[in-house]
């Protein structure tokens, strides 16, 4: 069962902006974390921003500032929006979903982590 599905990548330049959208299932949005990672062509992968259904809401420092997360719960959808876009931002981004968080990761702690297929987001100079 598919149960995350990212949409919104794709090609901008540096400066520019784009918003990354998240449709889970309903019962994987109302885990208690959801969140983006990215992993860059060689690179490791790297959580950047989480939300959880008590509020707290943590942002790695390479986006702090530029990018915000936020839900839809009529939608059951997660948004990233990206602003001032940098070339270093290029990755493949996921969204995630687990029942436990640790800094801006979701980590599953009684039951699996649920990530997506990824979206493409690629930042020009």
């Known amino acids: 069962q598919v149960r995350l599905v990212e949409s919104g990548g794709g090609p901008v330049q540096a400066g520019g902006s784009l918003r990354l959208s998240c449709e889970a299932t309903s019962d994987t949005y109302s885990s208690y974390c959801m969140g983006w990672f990215r992993q860059a062509e060689g690179d490791e992968r790297e959580g950047i921003a989480v939300i959880t259904t008590d509020g707290i809401i943590r942002y790695a420092p390479a986006v702090q500032g530029r990018f915000t997360i936020s839900k839809d719960t009529a939608k059951n959808t ?9 070339p270093e ?10 029942d436990g968080r640790r800094g801006t990761v979701c980590v599953g702690q009684n039951s699996r982590t649920y990530a997506g297929r990824g979206t493409q987001v690629t930042v020009s100079s």
């Open 78 to 86: 997660l948004y990233l929006q990206m602003d001032n876009l940098k």
């Open 89 to 98: 931002d290029t990755a493949m981004y996921y969204c995630a979903a687990a």
